[in-house]
């Protein structure tokens, strides 16, 4: 089973950068689809970024889409997500999860990492 740990959170004004990364233990990391996803104070966890095993199929939610760039690099066991042209509404704890691939939905995720906070300043 991959477990995961996030790190590459922090405070950062409006138009910033930042780049998380999402490192995986266990044998099984280069087979599997890779989310992340974001949860602010009283709001559902929702989808930002998916990447499958090889990276060949990305997938972005469009309020991110040509801000954030989601990759991979499966010898270091770790997924990146680079995030520029950052807004106050993308201040959440971020996650990445194991999943299925070309699903958006949290319930078809799991192996959550403790997530890493991101917090926009305007």
């Known amino acids: 089973q991959v477990q995961l740990v996030e790190s590459g959170g922090g405070l950062v004004q409006a138009g910033g950068s930042l780049r998380l990364s999402c490192v995986a233990s266990?044998?099984?990391?280069?087979?599997?689809?890779i989310g992340w996803f974001r949860q602010a104070p009283g709001k559902e966890r929702e989808f930002v970024a998916a990447?499958?095993?090889?990276?060949?199929?990305?997938y972005y939610a469009d309020s991110v889409k040509d801000r954030f760039t989601i990759s991979r690099d499966n010898a270091k066991n770790t997924v990146y997500l680079q995030m520029n042209s950052l807004k106050p509404e993308d201040t959440a704890v971020y996650y990445c999860?194991?999943?299925?691939?070309?699903?958006?939905?949290?319930?078809?995720?799991?192996?959550w990492g403790q997530g890493t906070q991101v917090t926009v300043s305007s």
């Open positions: 999860g194991v999943g299925r691939t070309g699903s958006y939905s949290p319930a078809d995720f799991g192996s």
């Open positions: 266990g044998r099984t990391f280069s087979t599997t689809t």
């Open positions: 990447i499958r095993r090889s990276g060949g199929s990305i």
